[in-house]
């Protein structure tokens, strides 16, 4: 079983990933990890952190001439913005008086935080639960995607809304009616949003949005959105029926769901579903040149707990960022009176880089459950595993219901 834990707070140092289980053999660069690094760090409507970091990832370990030992991997990627806050933020005995935050904000783990960590200063609670700890995130991620792209699995992402702005053709429904080029690679979708401010698929759109966030940056106000993420040759059989935590959309839904400001996640159709028939929800089974495939894609890849074969479609809804420049009520820790929440650098919109960061999270659950079926220690012994299952599905199926 794969596993990674980060550690490193938003104005501390560095950020850290430890990640084991991965197999030996995996050829990574580390120019790889930092192209989707940087790809977090853009977007409009992003505030002046991002101007101060440039995110690359130091490998500390498990990797020799670029490839993997099997042994743990960590990382470190550096905070810039560190120099600025050593006397507020420093292990070490305070030097001087530092003044405490004492009203919280509301959306953000300010005040939870105090209240179950015992806390004397917001600061305590503000620094990691900050969004910054999800480039670590994306670091781990990197090696995940880059394990699933040695067996054709790819991954890519999309804006599909900001601040209530869609697009006037949805492209969601030629993902869910199988519309696509037969060769369809998920990753082609970022490699499209990736050129847009705003990771959204067409210019019209980007204009409506991008006009959107300036009325919020002029309001002191933020935006949030939804997105899509989309994994392209996955096998059929991650994952499993027989246990509650032992579903793959469970596990994407844990995953997507725990990053920072995410409310709600789906699965192919998702809520739509809910309201459809059934003949209008689920997917027919054909047979195409000795395949069984699908004519359509409504259940994302995923029907009971288990993969498909058919690309996996995750929708994600962030909220609005919590830091506002015209802020709403709150309360003063120390006073106890009514007073405006606090105001502090902050982003205005972080849809397109919670994309990014939605791609390193279904590619870290789609290789768990790839590696928990098709486990090895080298890459050269998955790839065995998988070449005697993938190969022989058919024929097998076909012997089981002679
Ligand atoms: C972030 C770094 C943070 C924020 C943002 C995400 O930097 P700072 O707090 O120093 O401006 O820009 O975090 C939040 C929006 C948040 O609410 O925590 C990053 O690296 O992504």
Redesign the pocket.
């Known amino acids: 079983m794969i596993r990674f834990l980060t550690a490193g707070e938003?104005?501390g140092k560095a950020l850290t990933a430890l990640i084991e289980g991965i197999p030996s053999n995996l050829k990574i660069e580390n120019s790889y990890i930092n192209f989707h690094l940087k790809r977090?760090?853009a977007g409009y409507g992003?505030?002046?952190?991002?101007k101060?970091?440039s995110?690359t990832a130091e490998i500390l370990s498990g990797i020799r001439f670029q490839k993997t030992l099997g042994s743990p991997i960590s990382m470190l990627i550096k905070n810039n913005?560190w120099e600025n806050w050593i006397d507020i933020m420093t292990a070490d005995k305070k030097q001087k008086p530092i003044e405490k935050i004492t009203i919280p904000r509301p959306g953000?783990a300010d005040l939870v935080g105090v209240s179950k960590y015992n806390f004397d200063d917001i600061r305590n609670s503000?620094e990691r639960?900050?969004?910054?700890e999800?480039?670590a995130r994306v670091a781990v991620g990197s090696i995940a995607r880059r394990l699933l792209e040695e067996f054709g699995i790819y991954i890519g992402s999309f804006v599909e809304s900001i601040g209530g702005i869609y697009p006037n053709e949805n492209f969601s429904i030629r993902l869910f009616d199988n519309s696509l080029p037969k060769n369809f690679n998920a990753w082609d979708l970022s490699l499209k949003a990736d050129r847009s401010d705003v990771r959204v698929l067409d210019n019209e759109h980007e204009k409506k949005i991008i006009n959107k966030i300036k009325l919020a940056k002029k309001r002191g106000d933020t935006l949030g959105g939804s997105f899509f993420v989309v994994a392209t040759g996955v096998p059929v059989g991650l994952g499993s029926f027989v246990h509650y935590d032992t579903k793959l959309d469970a596990e994407i839904a844990q995953s997507i769901m725990s990053i920072?400001?995410v409310k709600a996640v789906s699965i192919g159709t998702g809520f739509q579903a809910a309201d459809e028939f059934g003949s209008k929800s689920h997917d027919e089974i054909i047979l195409q040149k000795g395949v069984l495939l699908r004519k359509t894609n409504r259940a994302g890849g995923i029907e009971g707990g288990i993969s498909t074969g058919m690309p996996i479609i995750v929708r994600g809804a962030m909220k609005p960022?919590?830091?506002l420049m015209s802020p709403i009520q709150s309360v003063d820790l120390k006073t106890m009176h009514a007073v405006d929440a606090r105001r502090?650098?902050?982003?205005f919109v972080?849809v397109p880089?919670c994309a990014v960061i939605a791609e390193s999270m279904l590619a870290w659950s789609i290789a768990k459950y790839f590696l928990l079926k098709f486990g090895g220690d080298s890459m050269e012994e998955i790839k065995d595993n998988y070449k005697s299952y993938t190969s022989k599905l058919i024929t097998r199926l076909k012997k089981n219901f002679k």
């Open positions: 938003s104005h977090r760090q992003r505030g002046l952190r991002m101060i970091e995110d913005d953000h503000i639960s900050s969004a910054r999800t480039a920072n400001a960022i919590a830091t502090e650098r902050s982003d972080a880089a």
